[in-house]
């Protein structure tokens, strides 16, 4: 069972660039796509309704905002939207949906940085982490398999960003962010990718848009599958597409062996 993540910077533009042609390469069961940027009202029947696919969209109050959407190949047996909390559920960062045997927590997590690159969201931020790991506590230490995909808008280790040092007051590498993260993988959560590759350098996610970063492969690895026990237990393989463009981000993904796939 194939599962990908990938920030796609506006549905909308991700499909005038040719991501429903993309989708139907990948030989996924489920994609999950964060920081849609629309409306069910903007979006035309071949990507609300595309052929073979069941797809769901949690978009933000504020036009042009956030929002997440997941596609799959299996019947969407439920879905849960709200963390329980006003100023979290208004901007649609977060979609717990079951199916094809598999829970898939698709998320985009808040930026720290503020209107002014100051930092000043990053107790919003924090609170967000904190908010999502405790609705999902028991589901990550129950017998189903537990995906949480998504931007995470974090780079956890100095080997997750190509510049460390330079970063460490700039948000998604500063050391609350980074410790916000660490409580994740102390409660039980596995890294896939650094499960299937613990010393790789070089995987990011996401490039700058400036200086020819993505060509230079100057990034971030910020965007993240995690798995519960039952899922890290199962998992085959985890990798990121760096060749796959479109948006400032990349797909990644994992590959979980045919036990979690529905009869």
Not at 61 to 70: A, D, I, P, Q
Not at 103 to 115: D, I, S, T
Request: charged share 25%.
């Amino acid at each position: 069972m194939r599962v990908l993540s990938w920030n796609v910077n506006g549905l909308r533009a991700a499909v005038r660039k040719g991501f429903l042609q993309w989708l139907e390469t990948t030989d996924a069961d489920v994609v999950a796509v964060q920081e849609t940027r629309a409306l069910h009202e903007q979006l035309p029947p071949e990507v609300l309704a595309p052929k073979g696919w069941h797809f769901v969209m949690t978009p933000a109050e504020r036009k042009g905002y956030s929002g997440v959407g997941l596609f799959s190949r299996h019947p969407i047996d439920g879905v849960e939207t709200s963390l329980g909390v006003d100023a979290f559920d208004r901007e649609g960062r977060v979609q717990i949906v079951t199916t094809g045997g598999l829970v898939v927590a698709n998320v985009y997590f808040p930026h720290g940085a503020g209107k002014n690159r100051d930092n000043s969201r990053i107790p919003f931020k924090l609170k967000f982490y904190r908010a999502l790991r405790a609705q999902l506590e028991t589901l990550r230490s129950g017998p189903e398999p537990v995906l949480v995909v998504g931007d995470y808008n974090t780079s956890h280790r100095m080997i997750d960003l190509e510049r460390p040092r330079q970063n460490t007051k700039t948000s998604g590498f500063t050391p609350r962010e980074r410790r916000a993260l660490t409580e994740w993988f102390s409660a039980g959560w596995v890294d896939t990718f650094r499960q299937v590759h613990p010393r790789k350098k070089g995987a990011y996610t996401w490039w700058p848009t400036r200086s020819q970063c993505r060509e230079r492969n100057i990034g971030w690895r910020i965007d993240y599958v995690l798995a519960n026990p039952s899922a890290a237990e199962r998992l085959v393989d985890a990798y990121i597409w760096p060749h796959v463009m479109g948006s400032d981000h990349c797909p990644l993904g994992v590959d979980l062996d045919a036990a979690t796939s529905p009869a």
